[in-house]
């Protein structure tokens, strides 16, 4: 689980990052056209980050059933996704995402897993000795015997021609 958060600060980093460089990158341009004037002073830019929570929460709701625990019904991820979640992916420092997102699983993983529409895997792991069954006889791929005595390699061919053309 530390990896996965470490993960999820990296990624949270990176686009914090970015949101500082842009604003570096716009600040000189927003000074000139403040200082022009006129219908140029009306033009600016911003640096939002843009978080579309609902299209998250409909994802996870896909995953889990939702007939029972704190995410009863269609919706319920999303309405406690903007309590928990929104303001810090928003407009958060990585640090504060990162926080958020640990008291999110904090409070709701256990009731996630327990509503998972899948097989826990304390249900799948029956306790008992294990048992392998072969259906046949291992098949060795080279002869495990140990070599005879005797040269180690093959004597040349030309001596066996000789021997063979003798009566």
């Known amino acids: 689980m530390k990896d996965r958060e470490q993960g999820y600060m990296r990624v949270f980093d990176a686009i914090v990052g970015e949101e500082t460089v842009l604003r570096e ?11 022009a004037g006129g219908t140029l002073a009306k033009l600016s830019f911003n640096v939002t980050r ?4 609902d299209a998250w929460a409909a994802k996870g709701e896909e995953l889990f059933d939702k007939r029972g625990g704190p995410f009863k019904g269609v919706g319920s991820l999303t309405r ?20 958020a997102m640990n008291a999110f699983r904090t409070k709701h993983s256990s009731a996630l897993l327990e509503n998972a529409p899948y097989p826990h895997i304390d249900d799948l792991v029956q ?6 069954v072969r259906s046949h006889r291992p098949v060795l791929l080279r002869p495990h015997r ?20 003798k009566p």
């Open 146 to 165: 140990p070599r005879p005595p005797g040269p180690q390699r093959p004597p040349d061919r030309s001596q066996r021609r000789e021997h063979a053309a």
């Open 50 to 53: 843009v978080v579309d929570v």
């Open 25 to 35: 990158l716009y600040a000189p341009l927003m000074a000139r056209l403040a200082l």
């Open 127 to 132: 306790p008992g000795p294990e048992q392998i």
């Open 80 to 99: 406690e996704a903007h309590d928990m979640l929104a303001e810090a992916w928003e407009t958060g420092a990585s640090k504060t995402i990162a926080e």
